[in-house]
Structure formats: structure tokens, C-alpha cells
């Protein structure tokens, strides 16, 4: 056995590497979930209901046990004594009402697309022929759809045993926290106000790969693959659901399609088919179809906001009061309530505002329920009150640039606490916004702005500001803490060195498309003088990871990749102890570099590569250390990171017919230090056709029965590359000062930033025309409606 | 989602597929590209006993001359019908209109025959083929009959195609020389016509000599504009008077409501993109 030779040049850290998972993900020839079979599967299928709100007096299902192939139907009453209630980690307040939520309904249902029975078969088309044999007497119950009925006295109740359909009111207010002044107070005396509510549509999270599910109970431990953002939480949640002993359940999530938060998520389906094949004892997959997955994997934003802002004449920002109403859906699920209160601490995003008040009721309603959806709380609150800087600019004739500038934190300021208790790491808001400015060709665009105003164009330009922060890399443990959540913020990593010198990095954090793989190879790479392609990362199985808080909030970099560097830190120092003993010298004269370690001023010198193969023979090593170079290490964030960019968007709106076409876009983030620029650039890109989705395209609609009617990829509008400019994009970099790498998160940027650059710019092109707003997403008959007067 | 299950036939010719649809007792589909069956039959929103695949048979494939007349087949998928040198000359509206379906993957497999049998009033065809009076020959176990684009169109998805028949070639006159524009409004690259317009005319110097205009989902079937058309003829190409004649574009229409448009809007989008389309296709 001869160790490898030190092969390494380093400088991985900031190339833009191709992706190490690429070819298996695009080309499909890799372990998802449903490409897997097991000897002996058996196939579910589920039957939904159609209504949105009903009680269950009967189930039939006696024809459809009787068909071919079938092996069991399941009904909630089967399973009403091991289901236990779907988890809700967050609850926000300490009176906040939680309805029990089964996986699969026992004697209501509360949603149109709630599981209320299943068919298990030899084949995955007999179970969907028995579906259909399966009879439901149900009895019609009053929906309740809408959030502000829903609130008003006397409204149906979605669930009367709770008596009422508030789930829970979280209130902050700077005045009583000691950290601002009374928002009302301001309001009060302000010389400008400006009153707007927004609605943020509900959204759809429309992930690539459907949820999938295969669970094995035939060994020691029942076994589940899941398509999951989270399997170190599924598996702790669902031992404490079902009951089932912790360490007799291994979940694995293999290759995943994408999630967007979709998939953060403790789902019925999990819960089903991990009771339901572990009553069969046998091995049970289910793979939703892409209706299922609308109508029952949880939706995101829905949110009613009602915003007043209060000002000087110069446009000096005095105050501001937020009231929220947040539509829950039906059930509170894993992070439901909490989803607006991470919104709670970014309204005052980038501005030293010095009072703020903020409320929220959380609604329960006979929809999907909702949960996290890229970005989670934060692109609401971003959006929110970029649109509110608009209209202040708007009132005073302001630019909307100087309003912004006016206002915000200066980058010698930081770091910056703020209104809401936050300190914010570092930003430089001028650097910026003075490179979007330029890209983007500010100055000509309004020039040429005001001569199409000047002709009366058809065609009118907008031009559309969102100067955003965010904050990343859930989370400081304690911060989740005193917020009510039911776990921590740390993540868990480890770093094994082979014998012949190669490197298995463990990560609690759960990819599923971004690129981990390929990062932290680069990572360790350079932090231990390895080659990158000597790095194999490995995760998503809490078997060899067996610890880990997953993949979500734009934590993996900030936090998970923290852990790994922590554990090679570790690696190293002990392969220090090694290499002094066995070069003979101090081991404060060894140095390390580029993967070796040489005595100080000598060219005697050894490879970490030589270290690990004499560790494994274990020969001569110093007394008292033990024979392996395994690390591991759990991080846990002091600080939130906060990055932040200037987007600035030009759309023509052609006022004949409404449409809105993007003209231009330019992004300018700044993520901190950048481990891989490519994959940066594709999280920005994502990020920005998903936001803009938020403002152009996407709506889950529900008609007055309470049934999706954006059902099918046919009638909810994902936009594709044909409907989006070529965008422009590019950096500043302020180191963050919460991690060892500096580096931000760039996870959700593109998603927070685009939607109010976006709506900023509709409202802009067309605002001469007597328009103040425009509901999203801003559809060409809304957009028309707006320019030509009439009920939106 | 998975289908219900259903017997399957694939014939080689016309006339057997004629007999194969005359045999069976059960329920049947025809199936062409399954661009728009499959859909329908996966969310189990039809469960027909047989389906009669029309892939094999090679008389429906492909576009020839005919005297005046130019024949395409039933079968031939909107990616040949984009790129056929006949087509392109002689018929190009059916062309501009082809080039606005779906996307790529869907064009291979999705047909020009399949898209008028199927006749969604949102479908991207038939307003085009009703503007250039095309004719529709229909094979069943009665022989030949030929109807005219202005008597196939019934009523939404309903066509002059009995039970026991097939849409076999569609009869095109030549227009050349002609000019011609589709005008499709749609929110996303993909989508179907909220509303669209095709429009072709021949000019005279600058005049305009005769036009043809077609609305896509303006009523359940597509609508011919003769208002429009009329008003048009002998007039100089000019945008006011295209404006003008575009303001008889809602006769005979009758839309309806959906999430991307109520009626008024509909009407208004009716109106100013006939104007788009006929001036695009005057001055191109
Ligand atoms: C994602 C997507 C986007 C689309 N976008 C558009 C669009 O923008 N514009 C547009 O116009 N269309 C669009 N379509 C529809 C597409 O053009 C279909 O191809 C077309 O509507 C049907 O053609 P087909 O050959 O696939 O027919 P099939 O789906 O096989 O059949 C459709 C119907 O017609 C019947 N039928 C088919 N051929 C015959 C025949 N020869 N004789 C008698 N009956 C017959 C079938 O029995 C069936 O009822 C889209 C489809 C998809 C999947």
C-alpha cells in the first residue's frame, strides 16, 4: 500500500468547478426515491377527498379489498391508534391552538386533497383501479376559505372544537422591547404616512420530483427513503409520532429533486407508509403524482399585509407598523406558525427605522396547509417594504434610490443592531447598489422613461428597485430558543482520513440540487491539502450521518459547512501531533501548508497523506493517541448571517393589453466570501425566475367550494427560460463575520430580492397613469384593469 | 397517474382502422399524437375500452399537392408541418400558428389532425384553418365525405367526425402570395391562446385585395371575423383604417370567463390584437 502523492495545488476555494453531481442528477441515473425497487414491494396509492370540508360517516371499501392484486385497504380508523398527531415544531406562543392532525383522516376532513384512505397492491396500477371501488359517505361541512371572514364574529369554523379560527397572535413592538420608539406614536405625528395593504397570493412549491416513498420494515430497523429536504428531523419526528423507538428507524434521503422548503416537512404520506408497511411487513412505495403533490404537499406565503409607514418630508423614515394575517390552512404543520414571524425581524430590512410595531394572527382556513416556501417569511417582508419605499419615493417626487439611501446603514456602521433586535454582520448597501446602477444603465432607462411618458408610448418603461437583506444560516440555538422552536440551529459534520490518504466528509446538512457535493469537496480540499477529487461527500442517511438538523433558510454553507471545517481542523491538529513525533521535532515547529507539514526552517517535512497510512498501521504513534485521523464536530451559529444586493428591474408594460414583459434585469448580491462563484450564480438564477414567478405568474387559486382549480403545471404558470431575459448579475463581497469562511448564504437572494423589484417596476411603468398598486401575481387582465380603472 | 386499463390497436391502413372502429362495441378512442388524450385518460377523466393508435398507418403522414389544393395528412405532427416547404409557401399561416403550440417535445409527437379532431376552442389551429377554408375528409364505413372548416367545428371538443369515422386529410387551397400573421396571447411561452387572432391577406400595391381572419377562443368554436374581413378590402393598409375594420371583430363571438380573462377583457383583447394581426401580416 503506498499513500498518494501530494497532488494538491490549492486555491480550490473561489473556482468555478463543474458540479460533482451533475451528470448522475441531469441525466436521472441515480437513486431517486421511485427508481428504487426492493424483492417483494408492494405499491400504495392514496384516495383523497374532493371536498374541502366534511365529515366521514362511512367508509366502503369491501369491493375495492376484493380486487386483483390487492393486498390491503387502510383507512384512518385502521390506524387512528398508532398514527398520533403530525408534529408542529414552532409553537409561537404559549396559547396558540393546534388542531390534532392525523395522517390520514379519521372522521373529517378539513382540505380538499386530505388523505382519507389507501390501497395497497401488487402493482401501482391495481392499487390506483381499487382507489376507485372505494365508496366515501361524506356529509358536507361550511368551508372557510377566506382569512378576514374567517376572523369576523360568528364565522364557520374550520375546526369548532377550537372555537375559534385564530390559531395564535405574536405581537413585537420596539417601545416595549427597549429597542425603538412607539410606531404609532410616530405615525401620530408624522409629517408623510402612507397606508398600503398587500396581499401575498398563495404559492405553490412546485418542486421537480414528486414525493416519493419507500419503506422497508423487513430488517433490525425499518428502513424509509424519502424525498425528504430532512431526514435527521423525519427520523426523530416520526419516532415520536408513531412511537417506534428511535434507533429501530433509519431514514435515508438518496438523490432528491429539489424541495424549495417543499419538502421540509413531516408529511402524512411519510407517516402512512412507514405505519402501513410496517403492519404488512413488507416493503411499501408510494410516489404522489403531480396533482397529489398540489393539492396536498403544503403551499407557501398567503399572507394579507397592512403596512403603515411614517416619514419626514425629506424622506427620513420615522416609524413603521406591520399587521399581518397569515392564512395556516388547515393544519398546523411542521413550521407552519412560525413561517411569518421569520418575517417579523427583516420589515425593517436595510433602514434604521426607530420604532416598529409588529402583529400577526395566524388563520386557519379549509385550504392545503401552508409552510415554509423559499424564503420563508422573509421575501413577504422584504417585498412589503420594498414596495412601501417606493411609495414613499413616489409621494415626496423622491427617487426611489435616494429614499433607499436616505435610510439605510451606512457600511461603517456595522456591526448593526436593529429595531427588531437583530445585529446585522456586515453590508456594504452603497458598494452595492453603485454597481447595479451602473450595470444597469440607471440614468439613460429614466431618460428614456420620460421620453416614452413625454409621447404617450404605448409601451411604457418601469423601472423597479429592491435593495434587500436577508438573513441566513439558520440558526444560533439560542435565538430558536427564545422564539418558542422546538430544536436547535447547530449542524453536525465529520471528516475521515483513509489510509491511502483519501477523505469521506460526513454532513448532517441534506442536499437536494445544491451542490454540497461539490462545495465542501472544495472546501476540504484546500483546508487539507488534499486534491478535490480525493474528497467524497457523503450525507442524507442517518446511518453514516447520523446526526445532522438538514438542508433549509440558506444554513448549509454558513452552518453545515462550518462543522466540516471544524472536524478538519480537528484532523489536522492531531495529524500535527503525528507528524512532530514523527519527524522528531516540537510540534510547535511543524508547520502546515498545501497538505504538508514541515519543521519549521528545515525541508524535512511529511504528507498528511503519509500521516494516514502511518496511522492505520499504528506502529509508531506519540503515547496516548489513539490510531485514526476521524474527526467530528458540531457547529452552532453565535450570529445569523445577513447578505444582501441591489436589484434593479426594467419592465415594458404594453398599456393596450396589460403585458408585461422584462426588459432587463440586473442583480447585484453580495453573498460574502464565495466558495464555488458557478453554483452561486445558479442559486441567484433559480432564485430570480422563482421570484419573479411570485410577481408575474404563479397563483394557487381555490374557487368558492374550496377546490384548487390551479391544479394541473396547465393552469399554475411556471415560468420556463422562454419567459425570462437573459439576467445580469455579479458581486460584491463583504466578508460576514459570523463564520471562519465568511461567507453569507445565497439559498433564498434571488427569491427575496426579484418579487418587489419586479412589482416596483409594473407599478412604476404605469404609475403616471393613476396607479398606486398592483395585486400579484400581475396578471396582463390585472395589469389592464389597473391602467384602465374598474373592480380588480 | 396511471390510466385505466384499455385494449390496444395499431392499424396499417385507413381502412382498417375504419373496421377496427366499426367492430368495436365498447367505448373507443382514437389516438393520434396523445397529446391531449393521454392526459385526459392518465387523471382518469376518461376510461375508453380501446384505444385505435393511428401511428402506424402511413397515408396520414406527410403534405403533398393536389391540383390547386394542397393535402396534408391527419397525422403529421406539428414539427413536420413547421418545416414543410409546401406549407411554407402556399399555406404559412398554418405555419406561424403551428410555430406558437406547446414546446418542442410537444410538437414532435402532437398532430395537426389530433389538434382539429380535438377541438379545444383554446387550440391554436383552428382559427387559422377556418380562415383559409380548408376542408376536412372524413373516412368511415359510409366511403369518403368532405366537410368544410366552416361545418366541422360543432361545438367545444365536438367536431363532424362521427363515432364510427376518422379525420383522414386536411384539404388546404393554396394562398399564395398571400401574407399572413397569427397574433397568440398567452401569459406563459407554453400556454394555449387566451385569445388569438390569424389573419392572411393578399395585397394589391397597398392595398389590401382580400383578407381572411380567424379568433381563437372567442366562442366554443373558432370564430370567422367576415366583419373584419369585409371591412377591410379595398382599403390602403393603414393603421387606422386596420383599427377600424378591427372593431367588427366581435361579431359572432361569444366568450366566456376564466382565470386569465372575464368577457370584457376577452373582447378588448379581441380587438386590438386583430388590429396586431392584420397589420403585421400587411406589412410583412
Ligand atoms: C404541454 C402542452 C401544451 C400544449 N399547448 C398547446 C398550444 O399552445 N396550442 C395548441 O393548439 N395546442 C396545444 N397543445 C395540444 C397539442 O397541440 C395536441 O397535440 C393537440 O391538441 C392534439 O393532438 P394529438 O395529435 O396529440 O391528438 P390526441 O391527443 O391523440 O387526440 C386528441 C383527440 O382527438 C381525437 N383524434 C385524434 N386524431 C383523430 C383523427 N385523425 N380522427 C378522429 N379523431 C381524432 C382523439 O380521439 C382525441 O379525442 C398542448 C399540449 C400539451 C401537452
Known sequence: MTATADSHAGGEVGQARLRKEDARLIAGRTRWTDNMSLPGMMHMAILRSPLAHARINRIDASEARSMSGVEAVVTGADVADDQGSLPCAWPITEDMKSPNAPSLAVDEVNFAGEAVAVVVARSAAEAHDALEAIDVDYEDLPVVLDMSSAMTEGSDLVHPDLGTNASATWVFDSAEAGTGGSADEALAGAEVTIHRTFRQQRLIPAFMEPRSILVDPTGEQTTMWSATQ??????????????????????????????????????????????????????????????????????????????????????????????????????????????????????NAIYKIPAYHFSCTNVFTNKVPTDAYRGAGRPEATFAIERMMDELAAELGMDPLEVRERNWIKHDEFPYTTVSTLT????????????????????????????????????????????????????????????????????????????????????????????????????????????????????????????????????????????????????????????????????????????????????????????????????????????????????????????????????????????VRLRSYVAVDDVGNVVNPMIVEGQVQGGLAQGIAQALFEEAVYDETGTLTSGTLADYLVPSAADLPSFTTDRTETPSTTNALGVKGVGEAGTIASTPAVVNSVVDAVRHMGVRDIEMPCTPMRVWRAIHGGAQ | MIPAAFDYEAPNTIDEAVRALAEADDEVKILAGGQSLLPVLRMRLAAPAKLIDLGRIGELQGVRTDGDMLVIGAMTSHYDVQRDPLLNEHAKLLVMATDTVADPQVRHRGTFGGSLAHADPAGDLLAPALALDVEMVIAGPRGRRTVPAAEFFVDYFTTAVGEDELLCEIRVPKYTGWHAHYEKFNRVAQAWSIVGVAAAVRPDGHMIAEARVGLTNMASVPVRARGVEQALVGQEATPEAIRAAAEHALDGTSPTADGNADVAYREHLAKVLTSRAVSAAATS
Open chain 1, 424 to 659: 446585522y454582520d456586515s453590508g456594504n448597501y452603497e458598494a452595492a447598489t453603485a454597481r447595479a446602477r451602473e450595470l444597469f444603465g440607471y440614468d439613460a432607462l429614466r431618460a428614456e422613461q420620460a421620453e416614452r411618458r413625454r409621447r404617450g408610448d404605448t409601451v411604457q418603461l418601469g423601472i423597479g428597485v429592491s435593495t434587500f437583506t436577508e438573513m441566513c444560516g439558520l440558526a444560533p440555538s439560542r435565538v430558536l430558543g427564545a422564539l418558542s422552536y422546538g430544536a436547535g440551529g447547530w449542524e453536525h459534520g465529520a471528516v475521515r482520513m483513509l489510509p491511502t490518504g483519501k477523505v469521506e466528509v460526513i454532513t448532517g446538512s441534506s442536499p437536494h440540487g445544491q451542490g454540497h457535493e461539490t462545495a465542501w469537496s472544495q472546501i476540504v480540499a484546500d483546508r487539507l491539502g488534499v486534491g478535490f477529487d480525493d474528497v467524497e461527500v457523503l450525507h442524507g442517511d442517518t446511518q453514516s450521518s447520523h446526526k445532522g438538523l438538514d438542508t433549509y433558510g440558506s444554513r448549509s454553507l454558513t452552518v453545515g459547512a462550518m462543522a466540516v471545517v471544524q472536524a478538519a481542523d480537528k484532523v489536522i491538529a492531531k495529524a500535527r501531533k503525528i507528524a512532530a513525533h514523527m519527524m522528531e521535532c516540537a510540534e510547535g515547529d511543524v508547520e502546515f501548508s498545501g497538505g504538508r507539514f514541515t519543521v519549521r526552517g528545515t525541508d524535512t517535512s511529511t504528507s498528511i497523506q503519509e500521516i494516514a497510512l502511518a496511522v492505520f498501521a499504528a506502529h509508531d504513534l506519540p503515547d496516548g493517541v489513539e490510531p485514526s485521523l476521524d474527526s467530528e464536530a458540531t457547529f452552532d451559529p453565535e450570529n445569523f448571517s445577513f447578505p444582501h444586493g441591489t436589484h434593479l428591474c426594467a419592465t415594458e408594460v404594453d398599456t393596450e393589453t396589460g403585458r
Open chain 1, 230 to 347: 430532512v431526514p435527521h428531523i423525519l427520523r426523530l419526528m416520526l419516532a415520536m409520532t408513531t412511537g417506534v423507538d428511535e434507533h429501530k428507524i433509519r431514514v435515508i434521503a438518496p438523490d432528491v429533486g429539489g424541495g424549495f422548503g417543499g419538502k421540509l416537512q413531516v408529511t402524512p404520506e411519510e407517516v402512512i407508509t412507514f405505519l402501513v408497511a410496517r403492519k404488512l411487513g413488507k416493503p411499501v412505495k408510494y410516489t404522489e403524482s403531480r396533482s397529489e403533490s398540489f393539492t396536498s404537499a403544503h403551499h407557501g406565503r398567503d399572507q394579507i399585509q397592512k403596512l403603515s409607514l411614517a416619514a419626514d418630508r425629506n424622506g427620513t423614515v420615522t416609524g413603521l407598523k406591520v399587521e399581518l394575517l397569515a392564512d395556516m390552512g388547515a393544519y398546523l404543520r411542521l413550521v407552519t406558525p412560525g413561517v411569518p414571524i421569520l418575517g417579523a425581524f427583516m420589515f
